[in-house]
């Protein structure tokens, strides 16, 4: 029998059957996005917290070591932090040697709850949605894709970046996609171009605003470009506990 393949617009959201097998955790506008870069650029691990407060807790218990702290509230980096949560930030070094710790609004959380029932948890983005699929597929048992949304609300952002990754999983292998996996498949006719679905989005909409009010955030156009790129990354990071690597 094919395997199941469900798609949660929302974390809460959980198909009835879904325990166990491979979710794939999105949130492309930016924390998965972002996660992978820094993975991608080298970093020893990425660590998801649950909060600034154990971030900041990590980075003192590390003493001099080279822990970084990355994120946002609001779209704009948390206030002691290192870095924000931008793709092109954590693309401009190489990071070996270093540990990152990020915490978002959405994106971290959303990896988290979605542990609580999937025997593993692989992040995933418009940037590595074929080998995305490729690593997922690797794995027995039924898969969902997990849209972490934008403050409890569906997001196009993360739907279209799912509807990505069903057509990419679909061309791989056969699969069931249950109601919404075919819904989100559905916009990738409305949007042939990714970039143009991200900036239609309200997310996308609003990191883009933040550039117009505040200069030192013009490069938010740069990030929502750079997420909007598909399969030019062959980095899944994988959820292990509370890093990824
Ligand atoms: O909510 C999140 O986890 C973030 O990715 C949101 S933002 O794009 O950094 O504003
Ligand atoms: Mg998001």
């Known amino acids: 029998m094919s395997r199941r393949l469900s798609v949660s617009l929302l974390p809460e959201l959980h198909p009835p059957h879904t325990h166990g097998g491979t979710a794939l955790v999105i949130d492309v506008l930016r924390a998965t996005t972002t996660a992978t870069t820094f993975l991608e650029q080298g970093a020893d691990a990425v660590i998801f917290a649950p909060t600034p407060e154990v971030a900041f807790a990590r980075r003192e218990a590390a003493g001099g070591a080279q822990v970084r702290l990355a994120g946002e509230r609001s779209g704009v980096i948390i206030p002691g932090f290192d870095?924000?949560?931008?793709?092109?930030?954590a693309q401009r070094q190489n990071w070996a040697g270093h540990q990152i710790v990020m915490n978002t609004t959405n994106g971290t959380g959303a990896a988290h709850l979605a542990a609580q029932s999937a025997e593993r948890v692989l992040l995933a983005c418009l940037r590595n949605a074929p080998a995305a699929a490729v690593a997922a597929l690797a794995y027995p048992g039924d898969l969902r894709i997990?849209?972490?949304?934008?403050?409890?609300?569906?997001?196009?952002?993360?739907?279209?970046?799912?509807?990505?990754?069903?057509?990419?999983?679909?061309?791989?292998?056969?699969?069931?996609?249950d109601d919404s996996a075919q819904m989100v498949l559905a916009l990738l006719n409305q949007w042939?171009?990714?970039?143009?679905?991200?900036?239609?989005?309200?997310?996308?909409?609003?990191?883009?605003?933040?550039?117009?009010?505040?200069?030192?955030?013009?490069?938010?156009?740069?990030?929502?470009?750079f997420c909007a790129k598909v399969g030019v990354s062959d980095t899944v990071p994988r959820l292990l506990g509370s890093e990824t690597g």
């Open 192 to 225: 042939p171009d990714p970039l143009a679905a991200l900036e239609a989005s309200r997310h996308g909409q609003r990191l883009l605003g933040l550039g117009d009010v505040d200069a030192a955030l013009a490069d938010l156009a740069l990030d929502v470009a």
């Open 83 to 89: 870095l924000g949560n931008s793709p092109l930030d």
């Open 146 to 177: 997990v849209c972490s949304g934008t403050n409890r609300q569906v997001s196009l952002d993360d739907c279209y970046a799912a509807g990505v990754l069903v057509r990419e999983l679909l061309d791989r292998a056969v699969c069931q996609p």
